[in-house]
């Protein structure tokens, strides 16, 4: 039981550059997050998808598409990288109770990621 | 607009009790959620409350009052290895999960 994996651990991409961050998890859990989280600051959502074949924007999705590839995978796209997007972006899944009356979630490892 | 406040930075000494309190203002509301991130690492769960009330678990505690948005994550016989960052999140009828800022704390021998 790995839980959450991401993939690649670090990247450095050049400006124009396209890229994608892999997420999965082995848990079977409905809802997967992507979340960047640049220094010193919070977890901003940037993309989720509440269950297998729906995805859904989040705080700051420009710049990013996703795909929800099967329930245990979802990846994260720059189609063409900026400085801007140099950040730490996690992935985490959740699967909540009935009627939200419970949560069970799990963040990856990290992906870190430097824009030149 | 959403938003979630919580304070910057708490300091508090080794074996001493600490709150971090979480005021919020979402669209909708499923429940009230906290994180540790240690330096360098991936946030990991330490609580959920979907109802009003206090859930103890361990040396931490949670509380949730949403007739005035607030909750606070109270930590009790702190020790060194709970220095680190601890943030709020809730969960929104749209079924996003919306980090704070974080609270940084420090324990202190």
């Known amino acids: 039981n790995a839980g959450v994996t991401q993939t690649p651990k670090f990247q450095v991409l050049k400006t124009g550059q396209s890229m994608t961050l892999q997420c999965a998890q082995d848990m079977n859990h409905n809802s997967m997050y992507w979340y960047r989280q640049d220094p010193g600051m919070g977890l901003r959502l940037i993309y989720y998808s509440a269950s297998e074949g729906t995805t859904d924007k989040g705080e700051v999705p420009n710049g990013y598409n996703v795909s929800r590839l099967n329930k245990r995978e979802f990846s994260l796209r720059l189609e063409s990288a900026a400085p801007s997007q140099t950040s730490v972006y996690f992935c985490?899944?959740?699967?909540?109770?009935?009627?939200?009356?419970?949560?069970?979630?799990?963040f990856g490892p990290g992906t870190r990621l430097l824009v030149l | 607009g959403q938003s979630l406040e919580q304070p910057s930075e708490v300091t508090a000494v080794e074996g001493a009790i600490v709150q971090i309190n979480c005021t919020y203002q979402t669209s909708g509301f499923y429940g009230l959620s906290w994180y540790q991130q240690h330096d360098g690492g991936a946030p990991t769960f330490l609580s959920y409350?979907?109802?009003?009330g206090l859930e103890e678990t361990g040396r931490f505690s949670s509380f949730l009052s949403r007739s005035d948005s607030y909750g606070y994550l109270l930590l009790q016989e702190l020790q060194m290895k709970d220095s680190a960052s601890y943030f709020c999140?809730?969960?929104?009828?749209?079924?996003?999960?919306?980090f704070g800022s974080g609270t940084r704390l420090l324990v202190r021998p």
């Open positions: 985490a899944s959740s699967e909540w109770g009935d009627n939200f009356m419970s949560e069970t979630q799990y």
């Open positions: 999140a809730v969960l929104d009828s749209s079924y996003k999960l919306i």
């Open positions: 409350n979907a109802l009003d």
